[in-house]
């Protein structure tokens, strides 16, 4: 990549990233620099930004960009469907010009822009610089963050906000060692009386189970940490749920625990129908857990914490916000979403956390259940409390059988310093943090949307 620049435009590149690192320019701002300072040309100068921007990242942490690289043009530019009166704006690279709704030819329009804010590379997924976090408490780093957020302003916000963080201190974390994931037996019986006898049956069991089934999960040390029974009455008899719960350290766990109560499942039948017992049904109940389930008793993945401390001074300092308004804005939020009937509250983490799964390829692909979120502020000892909760975080970090990544997604890990499962948590946490803390303060300063 540097091979492709020289002489005076390497002289620009060298300066703006001297004044990145000195925090005199900010990231976001690089093309719209390179235009004014510099002279640069439009579109030249979105090629050149990206170019600053990831040598800038390979400064601060030692890694190299090799596969998140930089296409020859790196923008986007927009175009006229005239049929339609509408405008496409398509990336560079993108030879068919023709309009997605009725197919008809587009005017070019000779309008460019970057392909995303804070762009940094990436052929297929657009990647985002989103400035670094300090992180304190179970984990102790200075995470990098790259997202592949979609075309919004949602990098600008996140590292909006770990600057902010960073100059209160850092965020303060706590994230659980190990991760649960979960499997469910269900079982149907004609009587109440033979559902209790099933039960005890299976308790017995459940010592020489667990440790068969430890064998089963024994690649990636899976251990059961708890059987939880359940039970429910239908027309149809009486339901016996056993639940499975087993904790995984650095990798997600799913297929390992749905393996090894498939096996088990066998063995508890044999044990039921030699001791008398009859049983209607027996089956994997993966409606009951196991699944992607959005409830507050959903025992899969961990929990992660990130808060961070505000004393009133530097509200009504340098971050120039009432802290009573911004107390009350984050009272009216979370009470908006359980007006909606949501059991948690989703704000910004609904977006930062897909974007950082989409930038790092981790297992689970789809992070549904990991995008729960609940926030919380308070008043303690004269200071303003902002504490994000992700109570369900999946992850598996490792290119396993589990889970085949990248090499993009592994290299993006490496670039942001993300090297366990425990770690990938606190880097989430601390930028859902950042991201709902800028968002909060906008909205309370009433800028934000005018
Ligand atoms: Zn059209």
């Not at 005017?107 to 657009?126: I, R, S, T």
């Not at 990798?251 to 088990?264: K, Q």
Request: aromatic fraction near 10%.
């Amino acid at each position: 990549m540097t091979e492709d620049i020289r002489g005076e435009e390497n002289r620009v590149v060298q300066e703006c990233i001297q004044r990145l690192k000195e925090g005199q320019l900010a990231p976001w701002k690089v093309e719209d620099d390179l235009k004014s300072t510099y002279g640069m040309e439009i579109p030249e100068n979105f090629r050149i930004a990206t170019i600053c921007r990831q040598l800038f990242i390979q400064a601060i942490t030692g890694e190299h960009f090799h596969y998140i690289g930089i296409p020859e043009k790196p923008y986007k530019e927009r175009y006229h469907c005239v049929k339609d009166d509408l405008i496409l704006e398509l990336d560079i690279r993108d030879e068919n010009h023709t309009c997605n709704l009725c197919a008809s030819r587009l005017k070019p329009l000779k309008q460019y822009a970057p392909l995303v804010a804070n762009y940094v590379g990436g052929q297929e997924d657009y990647f985002s610089y989103a400035g670094q976090v300090v992180v304190k408490g179970d984990v102790q780093k200075t995470f990098t963050n790259l997202l592949v957020y979609g075309t919004g302003l949602g990098p600008i916000g996140v590292t909006r906000g770990c600057f902010l963080i960073n100059k209160l201190g850092g965020a303060n974390v706590r994230v659980e060692d190990s991760a649960r994931a979960v499997r469910c037996l269900g079982f149907v019986f004609s009587t109440e009386e033979s559902r209790q006898k099933a039960q005890a049956v299976i308790e017995a069991f459940l010592p020489e189970a667990t440790d068969k089934m430890q064998d089963k999960m024994l690649e990636f040390g899976g251990r059961i940490s708890s059987v939880d029974f359940d039970h429910a009455e239908t027309q149809r008899g009486f339901i016996l749920y056993v639940d499975f719960v087993a904790e995984f350290k650095h990798f997600r766990g799913h297929g390992d625990i749905s393996s090894a109560v498939g096996f088990i499942k066998q063995e508890v039948e044999e044990k039921l129908l030699s001791q008398g017992v009859r049983y209607e049904l027996s089956v994997i109940a993966q409606g009951h857990d196991g699944d992607l389930k959005p409830s507050h008793r959903n025992k899969r993945g961990r929990k992660a914490l990130a808060q961070l401390r505000i004393p009133v001074a530097d509200f009504e300092g340098f971050l120039k916000v009432d802290p009573e308004k911004f107390l009350s804005f984050v009272e009216v939020d979370d009470l908006g979403s359980q007006r909606l009937g949501c059991p948690f509250y989703s704000g910004m983490g609904g977006e930062i956390l897909p974007a950082i799964y989409k930038a790092t390829k981790v297992n689970p692909r789809s992070p549904l259940v990991s995008c729960f979120q609940n926030i919380y502020a308070e008043k303690d000892k004269g200071d303003v409390i902002f504490r994000v909760e992700l109570p369900n975080i999946e992850v598996g970090v490792v290119s396993s059988r589990e889970g085949l990544m990248s090499p993009i997604g592994r290299e993006a890990m490496r670039v942001m310093g993300i090297h366990t499962a425990k770690e990938f948590a606190a880097s989430v946490a601390a930028q859902v943090l950042a991201g709902e803390f800028n968002l909060a303060l906008e909205i309370s300063r009433e800028k934000l949307y005018n």
